[in-house]
């Protein structure tokens, strides 16, 4: 969902099914149809509960989106309601498809306009205002695995990464942050290299918290995810 920002009490969200985008008047409480397109929908996927338009975000005069189904990040046009006013563009798409599947998620944008974006089953992925692709962080058998949406920061400094939940012997703290700056000759972070940048930066309270979740999923022992919650809570206020 994405507030517009002429009509910040009209929010548009997407119908991943009917690829529409409706238009929400919280005060009025009601529901309208800003427009459709073939790009939002499922497209030609056998699965009929199968989503298209996943991610939303209005930046400048477009809507950005991602289509889970499709494979696409794109953008349309639209005036200061949310109605369309010209075709829609494709910046990026995942191609090479592995069996299990590979589709985008839900995103955010830093001040420069890059997208950084959620990648399932296990990968961030950086692409720049002229469709540039590249995998940011993640990979196999990694900390992000199933990732389903991500946040830059205020000062564009790290970025958040929520996963779906599964059981992966990592702590089950709901996020991970990373920094997003670049390595050497401007290459993407290796997930090795940020991991060791988020170890060193963490809290003894998070340290605890994590050990005990990983100790809880590998002997399957009770832990106590309010615990870990009041950590992360507290390593944010930090970081800010």
Do not use: C
């Amino acid at each position: 969902m994405a507030a517009l920002p002429r009509h910040p009490r009209t929010i548009i969200s997407a119908d991943g099914i009917g690829g529409r985008i409706v238009r929400v008047d919280t005060v009025g409480n009601s529901v309208t149809v800003a427009f459709e397109h073939a790009a939002l929908g499922p497209g030609d996927a056998k699965d009929a509960t199968a989503r298209g338009v996943e991610g939303l975000k209005i930046r400048g005069n477009y809507l950005y989106f991602t289509n889970s189904a499709q494979r696409t990040f794109g953008r349309f046009p639209i005036d200061v309601n949310g109605t369309n006013t010209g075709d829609v563009e494709i910046l990026a798409r995942l191609d090479g498809t592995p069996e299990g599947g590979v589709s985008y998620g839900d995103f955010s944008f830093d001040k420069q306009g890059n997208a950084f974006v959620a990648v399932h089953p296990w990968s961030v992925h950086k692409i720049t205002p002229k469709g540039v692709q590249s995998a940011f962080v993640g990979g196999k058998d990694t900390v992000f695995l199933e990732p389903t949406s991500v946040v830059v920061s205020n000062n564009g400094g790290s970025i958040y990464v929520s996963t779906a939940g599964k059981d992966t012997g990592y702590a089950l703290t709901g996020e991970t942050h990373v920094k997003t700056g670049e390595g050497p000759a401007g290459k993407s972070m290796d997930l090795e290299a940020t991991e060791n940048t988020l170890t060193k930066g963490k809290t003894a309270e998070v340290k605890t918290a994590e050990s005990d979740a990983k100790a809880a999923s590998r002997k399957r022992l009770p832990f106590d995810p309010a615990k870990i919650k009041a950590a992360v809570t507290k390593a944010k206020g930090a970081s800010h």
